[in-house]
């Protein structure tokens, strides 16, 4: 596909239905958006010594993410440099080695091929002919903690990628009295039958929730007050989903470079908010001053943030220790990992809240994300039909007003300007000469 | 280990999970409910052997509170993933009393469950567990535990009740 062709596919207030269901546009953004960003592949906390190790994917890429024995992250490709076989079947482990399952052939933690049989039946070293191990991706950097990797040699500093995003990252880490967070208590995986855009471009969306989950707030509305109880925390949040629109109206939303944006807070519940009072969150909140004193604790707690989105694959809430990875499989199928994370030398409490705040809006079967996940299936299918080419989004189109840092902020917290600005990133991902 | 339990205490337990079974087969959710003690717990671990539902992720872990809220959720008429609900048949054997105490009985049995909707049908298999405890209305569930036995795969979204 010519890039002329494609820069016609994204208009200032619309979007042409191609970019979400034509199989050789996907095939391109594998090469040349998932192909080139940084994507996060993780988290330290999940190789903490060396030999640790966790596979995983970058686009459609197989990866193995380790900690070698000089204590640098790694990522390496999962694919034998031989014959081609994944060398690594396990989700997570520790290991000295990975040996393929086919031929014997033998890689270190950093991808060096260190053994193979018969290597007298070679005309040259094998290790010169196959480049001397497995493929390793070009770049790898860390930013508090969390992973990130790109396919791609040149590009980007993190940091320069990352730009204003970094504040919601550091303020998912300095809510944790130790100043770190890890992953704990397992990894949602869920998918759907549709666009890996689709996801992002809802997790801003502070229109839909009132439509896609109607039911839920609705069915909460009904239910009693459960003080105390395991559920308290779910049924507020589907209640807060039902907030009124001149809560979303002042919410605050923001955009910025390479597709990124993060919207404000819409939570003013003192149950799920740890910087209002709540009994519960007393110890937390002691523990934290520890570290940052009563006003920097203050500070901390007083910054809110909902949905952050890091373009093309990272949504978290670091309000509520909870991170997605979006995984493109086809032009039609999606699959979404979502992890949560213990706050470093918090009391226990606060990791219950954040699982059951987690089985409610993260888990496959949650009365929240089902209903999104309906919305994308039914927006794909409806995407397929030719009689009509354009997807519009004009919601608060010519109100975007500059803000501190290099971000634009929506006209009001319900601008579609989060997709508009996705679209301005994929149109210069797709059309850049490599 | 099974049990040493009377021919009389299996076929009553038997014919409650049909029971169950048969109101979830027949759309019958507020009367399935009424199946679940005051106290009672739904779950679905996220992982394999999952010990602890309260400090790791489950698909669906509901006190009866969260169970209320979601069988009240498939009558609205905007509850988009359970319009229409699901058809399912839920396929249950292998019944097996583990454990008699006091007026509890801690039960295993297996389920296959096909499910229908848009187009799709899907079949689950489950390893199930109930603890059902004696009441003076008869049997009611104190817990249920199923364990999928694709609860680590990438899974499309979970409607449907087991």
Known sequence: MKRESIK??????????????????FELEMDRIFGRAWLIVGHESQVPNPGDFFTTRMGREPVIVTRHTDGSVRVLVNRCAHRGARVCEAAAGTTREFVCAYHGWTYGTDGRLCGLPLPQGYERPPAESTGGGLASVPRVDIYRGFVFASLAAQGPTLADFLGPLRASFDDFVERA????????GGVFKHAYQGNWKLVLENHNDTVHPAFVHASSIWAAREQPAGEGAYSDIGVRQMLQNGAPWDVWENTGLWVAGYGHSWMGDYHDDRRLVAALEHPAFAEYRVALERRLGREGAARVLGERRFNSIVYPNCSFMSQFRQLRIVHPIAVDRTAVYAYSFRLKGAPEGMLRD???????????????????????????????????????????????????????????????IHIRNQLAAWLEYMTAEA | MAAATSVETRSEVEQFLYHEAWLLDHGRLDEWLGLFAADATYWIPLQASQSDP??????????????????????????HARMPAPRTVHQISNVHVLEAEGDELRVASTLVLLEYRHERQRVWGALVEHRLRRTREGLRIAAKRIDLVNSEAELDGIVCLF
């Open chain 1, 177 to 184: 009295p130790e100043g770190a967070v890890e992953v704990a």
């Open chain 1, 354 to 416: 954040t699982i059951a705040f987690s089985n409610v809006v993260n888990g496959t079967g949650s009365p929240i994300l089902t209903d999104d996940l309906e919305v994308y299936e039914r927006t794909q299918s409806g995407l397929g039909a030719r009689r009509s080419d354009w997807v519009y989004l004009g919601r608060g189109h010519g109100q975007d007003v500059p803000d501190r840092g290099g971000a634009l902020r929506g006209g009001t917290g319900t601008s579609e």
């Open chain 1, 8 to 25: 016609g596919l994204v208009q200032p207030d619309r979007v042409h239905r191609s970019v979400y269901t034509d199989p050789a546009l």
């Open chain 2, 54 to 79: 309260l400090t790791a992720s489950s698909i669906v872990y509901d006190d009866r509170r969260l169970l209320e809220v979601r069988v009240r959720q498939f009558q609205h008429p905007r509850a």
